[in-house]
């Protein structure tokens, strides 16, 4: 019986049932600049935010007294905003006003999302984590802060192609960046995976017959070795998108639907889904709380209402997890 309900939750927790539910085109409202550098050698908390309604019509990000301040001196370096989770957290950091920096392996592709723009706003970066050699020392000047949402697929598929695979993308692509960071980076933000810590067991077991979540938990390791100040978040199966195409004011509407309630866990014991707006708002809430310095926290995302992009409400919940 344990083992049939734990392969039932694998087989939910595993399920490619999203469906895009916004098409975009360019972040043509959005400055960028495309560089390219010259090559040179516990126990489980349940916490549902319940304080704040966040109506399933409202946008992602919206001006919000509570919502971390843009700062003249942050400089965030976000690695794979061409992914699911990335693409949020870019456009919610552009949404307040904070100057954001982006590292790809494609200026071309770049040019293809974001459009030409000023660098002010957004500069863009040709790079490959999983290279060290590309990871020029002036990608990283004048960085303070880090959101690293990097990642493939667990088993073998054509996003495997070039050596993109597990190895490469979750552990050395993960220690290529880390060990090119200057010392004045104030906070690295790490989105892994929940099962991290169980790879040996059932259902995660079958999750990791590739490695993905053993090369995710390397990953997280050398961050925590580093000596840099770090939140690792550790999502459910992601849910709402991947979204696919690339109009910023489009992609500031999504929503989360009915599933806004966030769950925060330590341990390693949550099991379940998260929506990736969620998931892109912990990443940004976490970079300047002190409560979520040098902390793990699993998250999810429930039906109920939820605390949006409202930071009191992230602070009570990430220090509710902790307390528990």
């Known amino acids: 019986m344990a083992s049939t309900t734990a392969a039932s939750a694998f087989l939910q927790f595993h399920s490619l049932s999203s469906n895009p539910q916004l098409f975009l085109t360019k972040f043509h409202n ?22 704040v309604s966040t109506d399933s019509q409202k946008p992602l990000t919206q001006s919000n007294q509570n919502t971390p ?15 699911g989770v990335g693409q949020l957290v870019l456009a919610s950091l552009l949404q307040r006003n ?39 020392p002036s990608m990283f000047e004048g960085v303070t802060h880090v959101i690293c949402c990097t990642g493939t697929t667990a088993f073998p598929s054509r996003r495997w192609d070039d050596e993109n695979t597990p190895e490469r993308v979750d552990w050395v692509g993960v220690k290529n960046l880390i060990s090119a960071l200057p010392s004045s980076v104030k906070r690295v933000v790490l989105v892994s995976s929940i099962g991290v810590t169980k790879c040996k067991e059932l259902p995660w077991s079958i999750m990791n017959l590739f490695g993905v979540l053993k090369y995710k938990k390397m990953g997280e390791d050398f961050l925590q070795s580093s000596g840099f100040p770090f939140t690792i978040i550790r999502p459910g199966r992601l849910t709402d998108g991947p979204y696919t195409s690339y109009d910023l004011n489009t992609l500031l509407k999504a929503t989360a639907g009915q599933r806004r309630a966030v769950l925060i866990g330590q341990g390693d014991k949550l099991v379940g889904e998260a929506s990736r707006i969620v998931v892109a708002e912990a990443c940004i809430q976490a970079l300047d709380l002190e409560v979520t310095e040098n902390q793990i926290f699993e998250v999810n995302s429930v039906e109920g209402e939820g605390p949006g992009n409202d930071a009191q409400k992230w602070r009570e919940l990430f220090e509710a997890a902790r307390s528990s």
């Open 30 to 51: 959005y400055p960028i600049s495309l560089s390219s550098s010259s090559k040179r050698t516990s126990n489980y908390k349940r916490v549902c935010a319940k304080a």
């Open 69 to 83: 301040s843009s700062s003249s001196s942050k400089l965030v370096l976000v690695l794979g905003a061409s992914g």
């Open 98 to 136: 904070i100057k954001s920096r982006v590292i790809l392996r494609d200026l071309e592709k770049a040019k293809a999302l974001f459009g030409e723009q000023d660098e002010e706003r957004l500069q863009v970066f040709k790079g490959d984590t999983r290279k060290h050699e590309d990871l020029d």
